[in-house]
């Protein structure tokens, strides 16, 4: 074999490299965009191109981090479609079995959490639901703080008013006003809190 053929075959070969790689970061580029995408549609409030968007993600095998988030769109648009004219249960069975599969692939995602914490709020079917929210919530305070407050929920006060709720609900008064408390030293005009500060009137 010349060294002129050697070398010709070692050209190639870096050239197929180079080629595998550069689509392959093309790609994760794209589904980066469709993603973020699909946040965009969630954020304008249109849920069904949302899903569209995060189902694209999902079809193509991403990693594991882009998997999660988009398995986590999901949850969050299926959550807020179930509630568009009352509950729908079968869109909000499919919001918490997509944040389970977002904290399996993920636990230290906190906006999952949060999202499973909500859709559990909304069932409320028992009072397994309540603590199932308070054990939510734990988890995402625990959790990686880059995914807190992404959606929906915006500072600390709204946790500390979502637990008051459970409380409330789960007839635990004084836990329930004590995060009342929290939530209103951090922003005293919380509609949630007041809310139920006015149903316990202390």
Not at 37 to 59: D, H, P
Not at 108 to 120: E, K, L, R, V
């Amino acid at each position: 074999m010349s060294v002129s053929y050697f070398l010709a075959i070692i050209l190639c070969i870096f050239t197929l490299i180079s080629c595998s790689s550069d689509q392959q970061d093309s790609n994760i580029i794209n589904l980066e965009n469709d993603l973020q995408k699909g946040w965009q549609e969630y954020n304008s409030g249109k849920y069904e191109s949302a899903m569209l968007a995060f189902e694209k993600v999902l079809n193509e095998k991403p990693s594991l981090e882009i998997s999660g988030d988009a398995y986590n769109g999901l949850g969050w648009s299926y959550l807020n479609k179930s509630q568009d004219m009352g509950v729908n249960q079968m869109n909000l069975t499919n919001a918490l079995d997509k944040f389970h599969e977002t904290i399996n692939q993920d636990k230290t995602n906190s906006d999952a959490w949060i999202g499973q914490a909500c859709a559990f709020l909304v069932r409320k079917n028992n009072t397994d639901d309540f603590q199932n929210i308070l054990k939510s919530i734990d988890n995402a305070q625990q959790g990686n703080n880059k995914y807190l407050y992404r959606h929906d929920y915006d500072s600390e006060a709204d946790i500390h008013a979502l637990k008051a709720q459970c409380y409330y609900y789960l007839n635990k008064i004084e836990y329930a006003q004590n995060e009342i408390e929290h939530t209103l030293a951090i922003e005293k005009d919380n509609n949630v809190a007041l809310a139920i500060k006015d149903l316990i009137d202390f």
